[in-house]
C-alpha cells in the first residue's frame, strides 16, 4: 500500500548513539510504520512485535522549505558526560509517499481507515517531531515491482552504486542504528540513486524491513 502524506512542519530523528540524534528529511522505515501502526491504535508494545513482519519506505515529493538550527541536547539529570551542538533540520510543508508491505489483512485495514479518515490515533513520530495535515492517493498493490534505480529516496550505503544530481540536489551520508551497530544511509531531493542490486518497489518507494535490509 501506499499514500501520499502531508504535513505542515516536521522533524525527523533517530538515536543513532547513547547520546545523539541526527536529523533527517525522509523518515526510515522504523517511523514509517510506527505512523501506520499509530493509525491501527496498535500499542508500542506490539509495534516492537509486529515491525518486523513488514517492510516500508518513503519517498519526498516536495518541500517548500528546510530551516536548520544548531541546538544542545540537555539532559535532565546532570553528568559528567558533555553533548555536543548538533543541527536540527525542520521542513515546512513536506509532502511524502509513504509504504508499506505486510500481512494482507492489517494492509487492507490500513487502507480503509486512510480512505475514510477514521484513525485511532493520530499519527505520530516517536522521538520525532511533525504536525500531520493530511492523506491522499491511497493506493493497494498485489506485486512489487523491482529495480535498481530509484529517486529523492534512501538507500543503505553497502547498495549504493552511484548517483545522478539535479538542479536543486540535497544528498545527505547519515548514520543509523542497525542490531545495535553503527551503520550509514544515503538519502537525496532531486537525485537519482543507481544500485548494486535491485531493490522491491511499490509506488517508486523502495521497501526495506525495520533495519534497513532488503
Same mark, same amino acid.
Not at 54 to 80: P, T
Not at 140 to 169: A, C, H, V, W
Given at each position: 500500500?501506499?499514500?501520499?502524506?502531508?504535513?505542515?512542519?516536521?522533524?525527523?530523528?533517530?538515536?543513532?548513539?547513547?547520546?545523539?540524534?541526527?536529523?533527517?528529511?525522509?523518515?526510515?522505515?522504523?517511523?514509517?510504520?510506527?505512523?501506520?501502526?499509530?493509525?491501527?491504535?496498535?500499542?508500542?508494545?506490539?509495534?516492537?512485535?509486529?515491525?518486523?513482519?513488514?517492510?516500508?519506505?518513503?519517498?519526498?515529493?516536495?518541500?517548500?522549505?528546510?530551516? *536548520?538550527?544548531?541546538?544542545?541536547?540537555?539532559?535532565?539529570?546532570?553528568? *559528567?558526560?558533555?553533548?555536543?551542538?548538533?543541527?536540527?533540520?525542520?521542513?515546512?510543508?513536506?509532502?511524502?509517499?509513504?509504504?508499506?508491505?505486510?500481512?494482507?489483512?492489517?494492509?487492507?485495514?490500513?487502507?480503509?481507515?486512510?480512505?475514510?479518515?477514521?484513525?485511532?490515533?493520530?499519527?505520530?513520530?516517536?522521538?520525532?517531531?511533525?504536525?500531520?495535515?493530511?492523506?491522499?492517493?491511497?493506493?493497494?498493490?498485489?506485486?512489487?515491482?523491482?529495480?535498481?534505480?530509484?529517486?529523492?529516496?534512501?538507500?543503505?550505503?553497502?547498495?549504493?552504486?552511484?548517483?545522478?544530481?539535479?538542479?536543486?540536489?540535497?544528498?545527505?551520508?547519515?548514520?543509523?542504528?542497525?542490531?545495535?551497530?553503527?551503520?550509514?544511509?544515503?538519502?537525496?531531493?532531486?537525485?537519482?540513486?543507481?544500485?548494486?542490486?535491485?531493490?522491491?518497489?511499490?509506488?517508486?518507494?523502495?521497501?526495506?524491513?525495520?533495519?534497513?535490509?532488503?
Amino acid at each position: 500500500m501506499t499514500v501520499d502524506i502531508l504535513f505542515d512542519l516536521a522533524h525527523f530523528k533517530v538515536h543513532t548513539t547513547m547520546k545523539s540524534r541526527s536529523s533527517y528529511i525522509i523518515p526510515l522505515p522504523t517511523t514509517v510504520i510506527g505512523f501506520f501502526f499509530a493509525i491501527l491504535g496498535k500499542s508500542r508494545e506490539e509495534y516492537i512485535r509486529e515491525r518486523v513482519m513488514f517492510k516500508a519506505g518513503a519517498k519526498l515529493l516536495e518541500i517548500k522549505g528546510i530551516c *536548520r538550527e544548531n541546538a544542545q541536547m540537555l539532559k535532565l539529570k546532570r553528568s *559528567r558526560e558533555e553533548s555536543t551542538t548538533e543541527e536540527l533540520i525542520i521542513l515546512f510543508r513536506p509532502k511524502y509517499r509513504f509504504a508499506i508491505w505486510g500481512n494482507k489483512k492489517t494492509i487492507n485495514e490500513l487502507y480503509e481507515r486512510i480512505s475514510e479518515f477514521n484513525f485511532e490515533f493520530v499519527p505520530y513520530a516517536g522521538i520525532s517531531d511533525l504536525i500531520f495535515f493530511d492523506t491522499t492517493n491511497p493506493k493497494l498493490y498485489d506485486k512489487y515491482e523491482e529495480t535498481n534505480e530509484i529517486e529523492d529516496t534512501y538507500l543503505p550505503k553497502n547498495l549504493f552504486s552511484s548517483l545522478e544530481m539535479r538542479e536543486g540536489s540535497i544528498v545527505y551520508n547519515l548514520p543509523y542504528v542497525y542490531l545495535g551497530g553503527p551503520k550509514t544511509v544515503i538519502m537525496g531531493l532531486n537525485v537519482k540513486f543507481k544500485l548494486k542490486e535491485k531493490v522491491n518497489v511499490i509506488g517508486e518507494v523502495p521497501l526495506y524491513d525495520c533495519f534497513l535490509r532488503l
